[in-house]
């Protein structure tokens, strides 16, 4: 009988993002098989998100997806890529990438992901947090630690409002779009990067125009 190691079973919650007893257990029942134990997770419906074994491998299919509001004035362009043109014309990845350009026209994001933002925007930021909370005569006598946890759960907020996989999705903020992202690739099987967007927006949008 196979030896199920702790590497193996950080391994599998790596690829899984399932619970450390469940990916023992998947490994145990499949003789320590990971691609067989990853299936089992998904059967159980206890894989979060699967990556898969060949996560070299590249992602050259997907959809480019648009969108434009009816007054012409708001339009979105998303690219969404997977590994095979078989997961790309699946309903689920299909789903994922229309409300994905539903969500940017709404919600306008700056960037996909946290590292992409401007490490000068993210100072600039945390400047002016700390100025707001010093001119508050109750923080006078808190110690720069206290501050600096205070402005951390700030920047949190700061990185919702501009960072795409960070925003709670539209239809549902019970979630962020990178959790939704983790569900969809759950579903379909294999990964799935949001590749790009363009959010393009003619002059101001009037109160309550927002895309429908």
């Not at 362009?77 to 539903?102: H, I, S």
């Not at 992409?116 to 945390?126: K, S």
């Not at 400047?127 to 923080?139: A, H, R, T, V, Y």
């Amino acid at each position: 009988m196979t030896q199920i190691t702790a590497q193996m079973v950080k391994d599998l919650r790596e690829q899984t993002g399932a619970g450390p007893l469940d990916c023992k257990k998947a490994l145990e029942q499949n003789g320590g098989d990971m691609q067989k134990a990853i299936d089992f997770l998904r059967e159980k419906g206890m894989a979060k998100a699967v990556k898969k074994l060949n996560a070299g491998r590249t992602m050259n299919e997907g959809l480019i997806e648009t969108y434009l509001h009816f007054n012409k004035r708001l339009g979105v362009m998303v690219e969404v890529n997977c590994e095979t043109d078989f997961v790309a014309n699946t309903e689920q990845f299909k789903n994922f990438v229309r409300q994905l350009t539903l969500h940017i026209a709404n919600l306008n994001p700056q960037v996909i992901r946290r590292s992409e933002v401007d490490p000068a925007l993210i100072e600039h930021e945390r400047k002016i947090q700390l100025g707001i909370l010093k001119e508050d005569p109750k923080n006078a006598n808190k110690p720069d630690a206290i501050l600096e946890k205070i402005i951390e759960g700030r920047m949190d907020k700061f990185y919702q409002d501009i960072v795409l996989l960070e925003q709670p999705f539209l239809m549902d903020d019970s979630k962020t779009i990178e959790q939704l992202l983790k569900e969809t690739v759950a579903e379909v099987g294999e990964s799935i990067e949001i590749r790009r967007f363009a959010r393009f927006q003619l002059g101001d949008a009037a109160a309550g125009d927002d895309a429908e």
